[in-house]
Each structure stands twice: as structure tokens, then as C-alpha cells.
């Protein structure tokens, strides 16, 4: 995975957080794209975590906590994101709207924590 390619994704998704919650639940394909690219960003979260762990979704956060690799404090807000990040396209467009920051926040925390610890 490459950080270019992460770069893509946290752009794409980066562009719904300057529209309004109006004009994002009027743009379905803003929206779809921003689904898509958080998906695909989460797909790739997974992939690099491979290399340290083989759990998915909340027990990868248990696993990456155990492990020293993700704060222990930060184990719910990452819960909380990976719940709606798993199921993006039954989140309702007003719920994504509000998460996007958050989304991105800690999507990328979660991702360079992992390469830190891959590389040391």
C-alpha cells in the first residue's frame, strides 16, 4: 500500500466535510464516491495491519491496543468509527455528514500508527 494511495482516499472523502449537509444529501454521487473512498481507505487500513495483526474490525482494535500499537484511551473512538466505517453504505447520509471529520481523524491516526510501529 502506498502512501500516495492513501493520500487519494483521505482527499475524497476530505471533500464532503466542505459542503454543506444540504448540499451533500442533494450530491449522490459526492456521496457515493465518499462511501467508496472510505471503504477502500478501511480495505487498506486492513491489509497493513495484516502485518502485525490477523483480526479485522473491532477485535483488530482490541489486538492493536493489546499490542502497544494504538493508544488504549482511543479504544472506543475507534470502536465507534470502525462500527460505521464497516457498514458505510447503511449509514444514513445526515450520520456519514457528521462523521466525516471523525472518520478521517482517526482513519488516518490508525493508519500511520501502524506503519510507526511496522517500521521501528
Request: charged share 30%.
Amino acid at each position: 500500500m502506498s502512501l500516495e494511495e492513501f493520500w487519494r482516499y483521505y482527499r475524497i472523502i476530505e471533500r464532503g466535510t466542505v459542503v454543506s449537509l444540504e448540499e451533500f444529501e442533494k450530491d449522490d454521487i459526492l456521496k457515493r464516491d465518499i462511501r467508496e473512498a472510505i471503504a477502500s481507505l478501511y480495505k487498506l487500513i486492513l491489509n497493513l495491519s495484516r502485518k502485525v495483526s490477523n483480526n479485522e474490525g473491532e477485535d483488530l482494535i482490541w489486538d492493536l491496543a493489546k499490542k502497544n500499537i494504538i493508544n488504549p484511551s482511543l479504544i472506543q473512538e475507534y470502536l465507534d468509527v470502525i462500527r460505521i466505517v464497516k457498514n458505510v453504505n447503511k449509514v444514513s447520509d445526515d450520520i456519514l455528514y457528521s462523521m466525516l471529520v471523525r472518520i478521517m481523524e482517526d482513519l488516518e491516526q490508525l493508519y500511520f500508527s501502524i506503519i510507526k510501529f511496522i517500521n521501528h
